[in-house]
């Protein structure tokens, strides 16, 4: 029976090695999948219908990054856009062109292995990227840059803000907390599998640096990252001039419409040139 008993043991003990390994091995892969799901799909601005938008090539860190680009209107701010982990920047198409009809300037370049850019996404090279980026291209348009940061976007503005960023402004759409937070949201019991990743993304953290003016947006019904994270971003920062907008009804996209824009556009305007 001792042998028996023994031998079970040390059967198990091998195989919680080999799965132990297996997910430090795996854990590169898995987290690119559920963080990064990338859309590499290269789509010239022209292609859109945003003739006033141009592409250009970013060098940076042996990698070339994909940036859209365009001039600001007389005394209108730059919007340095920092789009989400989903699609491409071919579908904020839509986005781009409101910016534009306000007359702002837009800069908004594509993360690694998005878009048409080289390399592959991790947090540590797209802070840097992002802050090499906004200094090379977005404050030598000499106006004021507020930045705009849609959900993984938001914690790239938030890791970028603390490693130097200085724009105007900042605005963070659906942001969330930490990706230990978010894998304990939608898998709770089982957030093991967050200490191999090498992408922790602890925005909230990171919101406990922000002083510059700050507006959240957020919708109530955000089943994806929930509006709770958002509030807890909000109440972290301590800026003396920040704004929490929810969207009510609303989920994880969608969240530009009447009622909202207005307060969007409101902040942002407080930087235009006068």
């Not at 559920?34 to 938008?53: E, F, G, K, Q």
């Not at 859209?68 to 982990?85: C, D, E, M, Q, R």
Request: aromatic fraction near 10%; include cysteine; hydrophobic fraction near 45%.
């Amino acid at each position: 029976m001792w042998v028996r008993l023994a031998q079970f043991l040390f059967r198990l003990c091998a195989f919680s090695v080999v799965f132990a390994f297996m997910l430090v091995i795996a854990a590169p892969l898995l987290e690119r999948l559920m963080i990064y799901p990338l859309d590499d799909t290269r789509v010239s601005p022209a292609n859109t219908n945003l003739p006033a938008v141009t592409e250009e090539v970013f060098y940076h860190d042996e990698q070339e990054l994909i940036v859209w680009t365009a001039s600001p209107a007389p005394g209108k701010p730059v919007i340095f856009y920092l789009h989400g982990n989903a699609g491409n920047l071919a579908n904020r198409a839509s986005r781009f062109d409101l910016l534009l009809q306000q007359g702002y300037g837009l800069v908004a370049p594509a993360y690694r292995g998005y878009s048409g850019s080289t390399g592959t996404p991790q947090e540590t090279a797209l802070i840097s990227d992002t802050v090499a980026i906004y200094d090379s291209l977005a404050r030598p348009m000499q106006a004021p840059v507020v930045v705009y940061g849609e959900s993984i976007g938001a914690a790239v503005a938030l890791g970028a803000l603390q490693a130097g960023m200085t724009p105007a402004a900042t605005l963070l759409e659906a942001p969330y907390t930490s990706i230990k937070a978010m894998a304990a949201y939608h898998y709770p019991g089982d957030g093991s599998f967050t200490k191999h990743l090498s992408n922790q993304w602890d925005s909230l953290s990171r919101a406990e640096s922000v002083t510059l003016p700050l507006l959240i947006l957020h919708g109530s019904e955000d089943n994806l990252i929930p509006i709770e994270m958002g509030r807890q971003i909000f109440a972290a920062a301590p800026s003396n001039r920040k704004e929490f907008v929810e969207a009510p009804g609303a989920g994880h996209i969608g969240l530009w419409r009447t009622d909202t824009w207005p307060k969007l556009t409101r902040f942002i305007n407080q930087f235009a040139l006068r």
